[in-house]
């Protein structure tokens, strides 16, 4: 039986070093994967509110309309109006929420990369 070439212990351990530096990549991305799952069905379901918001703001100015409580100047009437003010408001309220939501993502994305360099790095998991 002959000794073990360095050579090859020392690419033995180059391999597992690697495979290492994989799993930990690879358990960081499914990570991300599962948090942009979450992250994206948030974002849907905000979009969502979103367009019920501009529907009723729709309706309620429909009514007014019907009403005849426009005049010919009827965006005075409307800004005067409660509940136009009240909806108004709460999809402006959702157009910011869905900005935030996707500056947060991108930041998000930054922190994930940096965590992934640290944890992941050259000298493998927990360097």
Request: aromatic share 2%; net charge positive; charged share 30%.
């Given at each position: ?26 358990r960081g991305e499914l990570g991300r994967v599962a948090s942009g799952v ?90």
């Amino acid at each position: 039986m002959t000794a073990p070439d360095t050579q090859t212990s020392f690419s033995l351990s180059a391999v597992l070093s690697n495979l290492k530096v994989g799993l930990c990549v690879l358990r960081g991305e499914l990570g991300r994967v599962a948090s942009g799952v979450l992250r994206g069905m948030e974002a849907r379901q905000l979009r969502r509110r979103l367009d019920e918001e501009h529907a009723a703001l729709g309706r309620r100015v429909a009514e007014l309309l019907e009403a005849g409580s426009l005049d010919a100047q009827g965006a005075c009437s409307l800004t005067d109006d409660a509940r136009v003010r009240e909806l108004a408001g709460r999809a402006a309220f959702l157009r910011d929420e869905l900005a935030r939501h996707a500056a947060g993502a991108a930041a998000d994305r930054e922190r994930h990369m940096g965590r992934m360099a640290r944890r992941c790095g050259s000298n493998g998991p927990g360097a």
